[in-house]
């Protein structure tokens, strides 16, 4: 089965860096767009971007356009999103998710979520 | 970038049919056939249900149907059973070139 699979979860404090990973399996870094999505605890999803790591071609929703950065490793068959200062409102839960063959809006495998913690 | 708006919650009893709404503007749900539909269990990642308006992914149950008229898409459960608890998120695909979000609705089984 095509899986991802995405780092552990992280504790950091504001101002901090961070960089987080999702590991694909089979083609799915060379066939298909990989997104990210925020899920604030207790709050709906939210799409941040998606990233085509055959080529990098990346977009981003205006709302996290400068504040994250998407990129991927198409190698190591992994996506990252990455923000070099962290604020206490990043913290949630960031899923990557793969689109389906030959579309960027609709997600059929999910990576299991990354959660992150940001306070002082 | 508004999100789309669901209920906030529906009930039902098992064995029912029950429809959820979302509705969006010209610029998202009314000018693309590019309407998903995700189911969420507590603590779990979202699991694709509908795409494309009306598709469903291999694997996913026929109780399971989308629709859409003008500005709103609809998820249709039928033979509603107890696993079916969960909250359900509609997203389209945006004018702006992305992708947008409903807020959520909590199906509850009775």
């Known amino acids: 089965d095509v899986q991802l699979m995405q780092s552990g979860a992280e504790v950091k404090k504001p101002g901090e860096s961070l960089r987080i990973s999702c590991e694909g399996s089979?083609?799915?870094?060379?066939?298909?767009?990989i997104a990210w999505v925020r899920q604030v605890p207790g709050k709906g999803l939210e799409y941040m971007g998606i990233i085509y790591p055959a080529d990098s071609e990346t977009k981003y929703s205006p709302s996290f356009q400068g504040q994250v950065t998407i990129s991927a490793d198409r190698s190591l068959r992994t996506a990252f999103l990455h923000w070099s200062s962290l604020k206490a409102s990043d913290t949630a839960t960031y899923y990557c998710?793969?689109?389906?063959?030959?579309?960027?809006?609709?997600?059929?495998?999910w990576g299991q979520g990354t959660m992150i913690s940001v306070f002082s | 970038q508004s999100a789309l708006i669901h209920p906030a919650s529906v009930s039902g009893s098992p064995g029912q049919s029950i429809t959820i709404s979302c509705t969006g503007t010209?610029?998202?749900?009314?000018?693309?056939?590019?309407v998903s539909w995700y189911q969420q269990h507590p603590a779990k990642a979202p699991k694709l249900i509908i795409y494309d308006v009306s598709r469903r992914p291999s694997g996913v149950s026929d109780r399971f149907s989308g629709s859409k008229s003008d500005n709103t898409a609809s998820l249709t459960i039928s033979g509603l059973q107890s696993e079916d608890e969960a909250v359900y998120y509609c997203s389209s695909y945006s004018s702006t070139g992305t992708l947008v979000f409903g807020e959520g609705t909590k199906l509850t089984v009775l």
């Open positions: 089979g083609d799915t870094f060379t066939r298909f767009w």
């Open positions: 010209s610029n998202d749900i009314g000018g693309y056939n590019f």
């Open positions: 998710a793969r689109a389906i063959l030959g579309g960027t809006d609709a997600f059929d495998i």
